[in-house]
């Protein structure tokens, strides 16, 4: 008899009622303590239904592999070989473990530091998208100021188509104004240089108004002023919180930007607005004389109604804008940014019109008043660029003026003719002859120019310097 459980010859032999097969009482107590069944047919089986089995004493033989010495020691040898064999097995596999471990670690330790730098580049990029959206939204003067890029309302919308039916009808064929300037007169101008006393050091802007006789100019210590003609002094002075970046005219009243973002309108009633986070960088005002546009470094541009005084659109682009002016229809925006593209937008819905690829960072345009051409410079560039509204990618490039020096302002008169490339080395005077579609340089003068600005007429050219010194030019 063997036990069904261990195999071997039980000492304390039982039989199951339920199965009627044989087990060790102590192997199969203990089963029937934990499980209640019986272990070959599952059936419920209690202690009390084992039957005790009563037989001789059984003595187990001795193996017969076990009887001398020399069978022993070889017993004793086989168990020691097989119990190195495992230590060393045992030894290999804990080794690999740890090489194990160790690499899990360090990978552990490396992504926990990715982990934790792109955590910090989250919360810094929503830091800086919340101090840009709390710039955009709040006004200077602490009203509410509500700005989206959903377009310009019906009535600005209004304005700007009757602008445009109106300029476009009249741009059509049209003559060159009488009593023009002429290319003899512009010849002249080196004869008669006006320079004035220094106004406004680090000045990099000027407008001068519909009679030639205001002059806005601004300098790098957060002041402009309006400089009159014929007195030939400063009749206005204005504060405005930071190095001066660009000035218009609306009206009589005059517009300055800054490099803190602010935009001042100064006139019977001061307006103004911050709604660019960083740098305006530059002003340009629609031809129906109530939108004014600024952009600047946080990669936006925002449409003010001067009215209402309130901005009503601001369009994010994905680059700092750097230059600014509309079309002289008034239904395109031309924005140059840092990035070398300038971007031309629908002025009623703030929707992309096309792109213009000027090879470096833009640092001004000037429309043509023929309505199909615009004039840009590059950073540092020694040429003006001449580009075709009509057409795309490098055939929209209709001519290429070299200047001979670098140019950091640029200026069309009205009648499209003459175009002025002005910069630190001096100031160049390009004209167009319609008849024979062909550009010739009329004059070059060594006045040093940061800025520069058509008089009435275009009879007269306004510059101004890096020193602050206003120049005429008659």
């Not at 982990?115 to 840009?132: F, N, W, Y």
């Not at 955009?136 to 003067?141: C, E, F, K, Y």
């Not at 019977?268 to 939108?291: M, N, Q, R």
């Not at 005077?429 to 319609?434: A, D, G, L, M, V």
């Amino acid at each position: 008899m063997l036990c069904s459980i261990s195999g071997e010859a039980p000492q304390h032999p039982v039989a199951s009622s339920k199965s009627g097969i044989v087990f060790e009482k102590r192997l199969i107590e203990a089963y029937i303590t934990e499980n209640h069944k019986d272990p070959v047919n599952g059936e419920d089986l209690e202690i009390s239904d084992l039957i005790d089995l009563k037989s001789s004493r059984i003595v187990v033989p001795r193996p017969p592999t076990l009887t001398s010495i020399p069978s022993l020691l070889s017993t004793f040898q086989n168990e020691w070989d097989a119990l190195a064999l495992e230590t060393f097995n045992i030894r290999q596999q804990l080794q690999q473990t740890r090489q194990e471990l160790a690499t899990a670690l360090y990978q552990n330790d490396a992504a926990i530091r990715v982990i934790t730098r792109l955590t910090k580049e989250r919360d810094e990029a929503r830091d800086a998208l919340s101090k840009v959206s709390i710039g955009a939204g709040i006004a200077s003067n602490g009203d509410a100021m509500q700005v989206d890029s959903q377009g310009l309302s019906e009535e600005l919308s209004l304005k700007v188509d009757e602008a445009q039916q109106k300029l476009s009808q009249s741009r059509r064929k049209r003559p060159v104004p009488k009593g023009w300037t002429t290319t003899e007169t512009i010849e002249k101008f080196g004869e008669g240089v006006i320079p004035s006393e220094v106004l406004y050091p680090g000045a990099t802007a000027l407008a001068v108004n519909e009679a030639g006789e205001s002059i806005i100019i601004g300098g790098s210590d957060g002041t402009a002023g309006v400089y009159s003609v014929p007195e030939k002094k400063v009749i206005q002075s204005m504060k405005v919180g930071g190095a001066v970046t660009d000035v218009v005219w609306y009206g009589n009243s005059a517009v300055v930007s800054s490099s803190s973002g602010a935009v001042k309108v100064f006139g019977a009633e001061e307006k103004s607005f911050s709604s660019h986070a960083g740098s305006a960088t530059a002003l340009a005002l629609h031809p129906c004389g109530d939108i004014l546009a600024t952009v600047g470094v946080d990669k936006s541009f925002v449409f003010y109604d001067l009215v209402s005084g309130t901005a009503v659109t601001q369009v994010y682009t994905d680059s700092e804008l750097t230059s600014a002016a509309f079309h002289p229809d008034g239904h395109l925006f031309a924005a140059g940014g840092a990035d070398g593209q300038i971007k031309l937008f629908h002025v009623k819905s703030g929707e992309s019109a096309a792109n213009f690829d000027l090879g470096g960072p833009v640092q001004d345009i000037t429309f043509s008043e023929n309505g199909i051409w615009f004039a840009a410079v590059a950073n540092g560039s020694n040429s003006v660029v001449v580009f075709d509204l009509r057409k795309e990618g490098d055939a929209a490039r209709a001519k290429v003026l070299e200047i001979g020096g670098q140019v950091d302002a640029i200026g069309w008169d009205y009648s499209g003719q003459y175009l002025a490339a002005a910069g630190p080395g001096g100031l160049t005077i390009s004209q167009y002859t319609k008849s024979s579609k062909s550009w010739s340089d009329v004059i070059s003068l060594a006045v040093p120019s940061t800025a520069v600005e058509w008089g009435p007429q275009a009879k007269s050219l306004f510059t101004v310097n890096s020193d602050g010194i206003l120049t005429i030019l008659r």
